[in-house]
């Protein structure tokens, strides 16, 4: 049984922690075309972190601040960049997600980083959805 005291603290902990770790998420993300990490070790970390906040503060706390038409728009968003990067160079003669063609100083390096950006939001949204339907048949 968790005291009110006890409580205060998780919740304080939480509030200092969950920045940090959504900032590291994005850092995972952004880095992922030139380092180890990317697009889904960093969307897991952000929803470990919209997680831990409906751990600390109630499920209905995250769900207002994260509501379901969101998960589902980012979902949608996510997929749809990675699926456009890879039309746009289909457009411009080449494979499906070959960054080569796309325009820019370092067409490769933009490329994977849209792509990570697209994978990062839809893993994000769709674990923090696969949470709440999991939390919801208690």
Same mark, same amino acid.
């Given at each position: ?5 006890? &409580? ?45 906040? &409906? ?73 923090? &959805? ?9």
């Amino acid at each position: 049984m968790i005291t009110e005291q006890q &409580s205060v603290l998780i919740r304080t902990l939480c509030r200092l922690l969950i920045p940090f770790i959504q900032l590291f998420g994005l850092y995972v993300i952004v880095h992922g075309h030139s380092s180890p990490g990317g697009g889904f070790q960093g969307g897991v970390i952000l929803a470990a972190s919209f997680i831990l906040m &409906s751990i600390a503060y109630g499920v209905d706390a995250m769900r207002q601040r994260f509501p379901l038409t969101a998960m589902l728009v980012l979902i949608s968003v996510g997929v749809l960049i990675y699926g456009g990067i890879g039309l746009v160079s289909m457009l411009l003669g080449a494979n499906f997600l070959d960054y080569g063609v796309l325009p820019g100083a370092d067409p490769r390096s933009l490329g994977m980083l849209i792509v990570e950006i697209g994978v990062g939001v839809t893993v994000m949204a769709a674990m923090v &959805s696969i949470f709440n339907e999991l939390i919801s048949f208690e």
